[in-house]
């Protein structure tokens, strides 16, 4: 079950570090909230209207009340500044270690995994060399080192359980250090606004056990087979055949363009559409007999598929597990 305050339920270094940051200043702006809140309601009552009082003592200016309510803060924001210093050291840590020589320091570090943001999904690229999109495993307890690309407009990747914020910029790599300590499923979302499909531009991270990991690897670096016989094939061949393989890549047949995601294991996905839609073979009929009612604004079109279509294409995705 996903966490509903994901920043106060960190699982790895990066994120627990952000999330003490975030506590600390609650506490801090909470101190100062109820000191004014208190002081007025004090004062409120104190100084009410009674009848028959005089006015009370008007005063103008205190150089001793100014200096005090500008040292106060100033010294708050100096203690801010501190943590948040620290806070920023420890979630995200040098690309380095600090023991790396300097032939290493020299070469440009390789990403453990290069995540690129499209309107309005995430491709994530494994240099075991296959692609998958919206759904990213990891190995649990291992810092990942993972650049940020994107081949549209600016996003913003996030998954505040396992890290902090970094922009996805065109033209631009960026890093983010992914860590999850703990085996799990963490939700992650473009916190960016990219366009009309921006809201459903979701991420799921899995944290496995290593020999999980390795098994799923394993399975993901396997091309698609050739379904031989029956509705897959015949809806093989309407996605050879069609227009499908003009956007889409499944390794392993002649479709390997990358306008769309790479639906190469598209079937072992837990999501679909960015997280629009749970993966189902019902919501995958959906989807492919209008994309745009499903997700309005994403930028797969409705290509008005007949039902007959749509179950033979349906045959086929669901074979690629
Ligand atoms: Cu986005």
């Known amino acids: 079950m996903p966490s509903v305050f994901p920043t ?18 609650l506490i801090i702006m909470g101190a100062v909230f109820l000191l004014v809140a208190v002081w007025i309601v004090v004062n409120i009552v104190r100084f009410r209207a ?18 005090i309510w500008t040292v106060v803060p100033a010294l708050l924001l100096v203690v801010i500044f501190g943590i948040t210093i620290r806070t920023m050291g420890e ?21 453990d995994l290069t995540i690129v943001g499209h309107q309005f999904f995430w491709e994530i690229r494994y240099p075991q060399g296959f692609i998958t999109d919206d759904e990213l495993h990891l190995p649990v307890g291992k810092r990942l080192y993972v650049q940020l690309q994107s081949v549209d ?7 505040p359980q396992l890290a902090g914020k970094v922009d996805v910029v065109p033209g631009q790599l960026n890093d983010i250090w992914l860590e999850a300590d703990k085996p799990g499923t963490y939700i992650g979302q473009c916190a ?60 392993g047949s002649p479709a390997g363009a ?14 679909l ?34 039902s007959q279509q749509v179950s033979l294409l349906a045959a086929y995705l669901e074979t690629l597990r």
């Open 50 to 67: 009674r009848p028959n009082t005089p006015e009370p003592a008007q005063y103008y200016g205190s150089t001793r009340l100014e200096i």
């Open 273 to 306: 559409g960015g997280g629009v839609l749970t993966n189902t073979p019902a919501n995958l009929a959906a989807w492919l007999t209008n994309p745009q009612a499903v997700k309005p604004g994403n930028n797969m079109p409705d290509f008005s598929l007949n």
């Open 8 to 25: 106060f339920a960190p699982v790895s270094p990066q994120a627990l570090a952000i999330s003490h940051l975030l506590i600390a200043l």
């Open 91 to 111: 979630a995200d840590p040098p690309i380095f270690a600090p023991d790396a020589s300097a032939a290493v320091r020299q070469q440009e570090r390789t990403p």
């Open 153 to 159: 407009v600016v996003h913003s990747f996030w998954l």
């Open 192 to 251: 960016e606004f990219c366009g009309t499909a921006h809201a459903w531009m979701r991420i799921v991270a899995i944290a496995q056990s290593p020999a999980d990991y390795a098994a799923w690897l394993q399975q993901q670096a396997q091309p698609a087979k050739q379904p031989t016989s029956g509705a897959a094939a015949a809806g093989y061949q309407l996605f050879m055949n069609g227009t499908c393989r003009n956007c889409h890549a499944i390794a």
């Open 258 to 271: 990358d306008i769309g995601p790479n639906l190469t294991h598209f079937a072992s996905r837990s999501i």
